[in-house]
């Protein structure tokens, strides 16, 4: 090799070198941000996508405990038990087995409504399954329809209490 090839091989590096460093100029890059504002960006992304996961959920779970909460109320509950020639101890069981069962049935909707309106219906669970009993103690006698009869016209203040706060939540959402 001569010194003119070498000079030329030289220029070419140098010419070379010259590209590359203006190609990296002229690109760019996103300067990375720094850990607090990645971290807010990466959260704000995770809470997006969770709401767009969690909000059918969470319809789906106010649908299923009002349809609970309406279930358990007295004239739907009677209707749904009673039946002529059904004795006495097994409409008693019957009525509070529906209710406990429909309420387990029911339990993982516990995750996606706020605390307040899950106490809401618990308190609505007792309070029927309490005047179930104290409807059967005190009417030790009576006959299987009269305490339908009387079932039925009770009020669930706890019921409507625990339908409204349902309806607010997912009116909320």
Avoid: C
Avoid at 20 to 40: D, H, Q, T, W, Y
Avoid at 69 to 77: A, D, G, K, T, Y
Avoid at 97 to 117: C, G, I, K, M, P
């Amino acid at each position: 090799m001569n010194i003119v090839d070498i000079a030329d091989v030289v220029e070419i590096v140098l010419m070379i070198l010259m590209l590359v460093s203006v190609v990296f100029m002229f690109r760019k890059e996103e300067k990375p941000k720094n850990g607090i504002a990645a971290k807010m960006e990466n959260d704000n992304e995770l809470k997006a996508t969770s709401l767009k996961l969690t909000t059918p959920l969470k319809i789906q779970a106010y649908e299923r405990l009002l349809l609970y909460i309406e279930r358990i109320q007295f004239p739907v509950l009677v209707k749904r038990i009673f039946h002529p020639g059904i004795s006495r101890d097994d409409f008693h069981f019957s009525l509070l087995q529906n209710v406990q069962d429909e309420f387990e049935h029911n339990l993982a909707q516990r995750l996606y409504v706020s605390e307040s309106t899950w106490q809401l219906i618990v308190l609505a669970k007792e309070e029927v399954l309490q005047n179930v009993n104290a409807v059967f103690n005190d009417n030790p006698n009576a006959e299987i329809a009269m305490i339908a009869q009387k079932l039925a016209s009770f009020e669930n203040p706890m019921v409507e209490k625990a339908v409204v706060n349902i309806k607010n939540e997912f009116n909320s959402l």
